[in-house]
């Protein structure tokens, strides 16, 4: 096999066995790197529960000293993969038709393990909703508030937004695909900063906070992930944006705008299942 400094793109050859994504035959550790870092958040915020209550197992700093080291881990790997899986191909034009195939299928996949792991999130929902404890736990006034409806609807709309992006750059239209996809990476910016501002109110108001019991750690566990996955979402998005700037997408030349298209409609739908089963069927318990 012919070696990346014979293409001339030593430049860009960061860890990988070879070219990758461009061969697929080859191999990059940056997804285990990313997947370790991912799995230190869950052990960082698991730490910080057990290093508080009334008999603490753990000392207080040892979950956010976790979760700080882990968060680092995460977007080490993180940038080295979406490096590899969107930039280095930056240089000599965009994906081959054969790398594109394998990048969409290679979307399908991670949207199938992403299912897995929010299931596995809605089983311990459901699981600890026919325990004793939940009867008497305190639900936040407000729950379905005016913050709650307007994040959802925003959510709905940048979707909208990327759907007809993608639509516009099919048509040749590579102006009104760079304005609606802007649109879209300010709308998902938006949604974070009221998840944000939501998760300030409840815990400095003490309405719902990390050690609250069953229900918080379902909602903040649920809502916490779903949100990471927005912000990675809104990462891809900003280099997506960079590359339209840059008319690196034409009819022709598409495949990240498909497969971040297919991310971002994923988080959006895991949104309305969030609220609907976690938000509003909360506040029918009662």
């Not at 069953?214 to 903040?220: G, I």
């Not at 891809?236 to 298209?261: D, K, M, N």
């Amino acid at each position: 096999m012919e070696s990346s400094e014979e293409h001339g793109d030593h430049h860009h050859h960061l860890p990988a066995v070879e070219d990758w994504p461009r061969g697929f035959g080859e191999a990059s550790w940056w997804p285990f790197i990313a997947a370790i870092g991912a799995a230190g958040l869950y052990i960082g915020a698991a730490l910080y529960l057990l290093g508080h209550g009334e008999e603490p197992l753990v000392g207080p700093l040892a979950g956010p000293g976790v979760f700080v080291g882990a968060t680092l881990v995460f977007l080490i790997g993180l940038y080295g993969w979406l490096y590899h899986a969107f930039i280095v191909d930056f240089w000599s034009g965009e994906a081959t038709e054969s790398s594109g195939r394998g990048l969409r299928m290679g979307m399908l996949f991670f949207l199938g393990s992403e299912i897995a792991t929010f299931g596995a999130g809605f089983v311990y929902y459901f699981f600890v909703r026919t325990g004793t404890s939940w009867a008497s736990a305190h639900i936040p006034h407000g729950l379905l508030g005016t913050l709650v409806i307007a994040n959802t609807v925003i959510l709905i709309i940048s979707s909208f937004t990327l759907h007809f992006a993608h639509h516009a750059l099919l048509k040749g239209n590579h102006s009104r695909f760079v304005k609606l996809l802007f649109v879209t990476l300010v709308l998902g910016v938006i949604f974070i900063g009221g998840q944000v501002y939501e998760y300030y109110e409840f815990i400095s108001h003490g309405e719902l906070t990390l050690t609250g019991g069953v229900f918080s750690s379902a909602f903040f566990g649920l809502t916490g992930l779903h949100g990471l996955h927005v912000s990675l979402g809104a990462v891809l998005l900003g280099i997506v944006f960079v590359r339209a700037l840059y008319g690196q997408y034409s009819q022709e030349r598409h495949v990240s705008v498909s497969t971040v298209s297919m991310y971002w409609h994923f988080v959006d739908v895991v949104w309305i299942f969030l609220v609907v089963v976690l938000y509003a069927g909360a506040v029918v318990e009662l």
